[in-house]
C-alpha cells in the first residue's frame, strides 16, 4: 500500500510539472531528457506566455487527451461503492 501511495505522489508531481500548476520551470523536455534545444525553446515559450490561440488550442488538444478521465473515474467509483457491503 506505501508503495502506491508513493507511485501516487510521484505521478500526481509530473502531471503538476507537466500541465504547468505549478510555478517550477521543468517541463516535458526536462522530464524526457531531450536536446537543450527542446529545452530552450520550452522556457522560451514558458517565461513569454502563451497567444490567447495557442491557449485555445492547448486547451482543446488537453480536453480532447484527458476528457474521458472524468467518466471513468466515475464509473471506477460507482464500481467500488457498489462492491463495498459497508
Not at 56 to 71: E, P, Q
Given at each position: 500500500m506505501q508503495a502506491i501511495a508513493i507511485q501516487l505522489g510521484r505521478e500526481e508531481a509530473f502531471i503538476s510539472d507537466f500541465l504547468h500548476i505549478t510555478d517550477s520551470m521543468l517541463?516535458?523536455?526536462?522530464?524526457m531528457d531531450l536536446d537543450s534545444y527542446f529545452r530552450r525553446q520550452a522556457v522560451k515559450y514558458a517565461t513569454k506566455g502563451m497567444q490567447?490561440?495557442?491557449?485555445?488550442?492547448?486547451?482543446?488538444?488537453?480536453?480532447?487527451?484527458?476528457?474521458?478521465?472524468?467518466?471513468?473515474?466515475?464509473?471506477?467509483?460507482?464500481?467500488?461503492l457498489s462492491r463495498d457491503r459497508v
Open positions: 517541463s516535458y523536455a526536462d522530464y490567447p490561440a495557442t491557449q485555445k488550442l492547448r486547451r482543446s488538444a488537453l480536453d480532447l487527451i484527458f476528457g474521458f478521465v472524468s467518466g471513468e473515474v466515475k464509473e471506477w467509483v460507482d464500481k467500488a
